[in-house]
């Protein structure tokens, strides 16, 4: 089992910035994807960005946040950050860390994410 725990969440007006990061722990053998989904009220869950562990890391990006989120990747510690700027209150969502070993995903929690107008 892999255990994700993410930080950095909170309250931000429109145009804020903030930055979440999620640390892995557990049996970690070859964490092959991390990222980063969203769900907001009443939606399903979506993706935000994800960066593969290998070499410089491949990135996806959803198309509502490109040019707005960097995701970075500290391979050593297995943890996967989400630089979040100019955001608008349709970011507002509760943002899960994800990770893929093998053909298992795991999820953290959760992190509520407030964008004010």
């Known amino acids: 089992q892999v255990q994700l725990v993410e930080s950095g969440g909170g309250l931000v007006q429109a145009g804020g910035s903030l930055r979440l990061s999620c640390a892995a722990s557990?049996?970690?053998?070859?964490?092959?994807?991390m990222g980063w989904y969203r769900q907001a009220p009443g939606k399903e869950r979506e993706l935000v960005a994800t960066i593969t562990s290998g070499g410089s890391g491949s990135t996806n990006y959803a198309d509502s946040v490109k040019g707005r989120f960097a995701i970075s990747r500290d391979n050593a510690k297995n943890m996967p950050s989400l630089q979040m700027n100019s955001l608008k209150p349709d970011d507002t969502a509760i943002y899960y860390c994800y990770a893929r070993q093998l053909s298992a995903s795991y999820w953290g929690q959760g992190t509520q994410v407030t964008v004010s107008s």
């Open positions: 557990g049996r970690i053998i070859s964490i092959n994807v």
